[in-house]
């Protein structure tokens, strides 16, 4: 019943920018916090960033933090997220997620979207 939906991934070369969006449908959204994760090939998932469910608290990890901005729009069920100056360590799948409560990591979030790729090379 719960869906997220991803967008807006893509190759950019360093220094480039990116901006993701997921749709959510099927739930109470503006209750929910929500995330954006990333995994690699080979490396845990990580979370990225999160924006909790009154959308004025934010936390993000330290790898990206004063380069990306996580956003919602309660209205239209959106998530965002704003990527700048992407490096190739930013190259992954990014994944919306979506919990009630929410939390670090990955297992504390239940619904989760398909994933979109973001890549990041010369």
């Known amino acids: 019943q719960v869906q997220l939906v991803e967008s807006g991934g893509g190759s950019v070369q360093p220094g480039g920018s990116l901006r993701l969006s997921c749709a959510a449908s099927g739930y109470a959204y503006q209750y929910y916090s929500m995330a954006w994760f990333r995994q690699a090939p080979g490396k845990e998932r990580e979370r990225v960033a999160t924006i909790y469910n009154g959308g004025s608290s934010t936390v993000y990890a330290d790898s990206v933090k004063g380069r990306f901005t996580i956003a919602r729009d309660n209205g239209k069920n959106t998530l965002y997220v704003q990527m700048n100056s992407l490096t190739p360590e930013d190259t992954a799948m990014y994944y919306c997620?979506?919990?009630?409560?929410?939390?670090?990591?990955?297992?504390?979030?239940?619904?989760w979207g398909q994933g979109t790729q973001v890549t990041v090379s010369s």
């Open positions: 997620a979506a919990d009630p409560n929410g939390g670090p990591r990955a297992r504390d979030f239940t619904y």
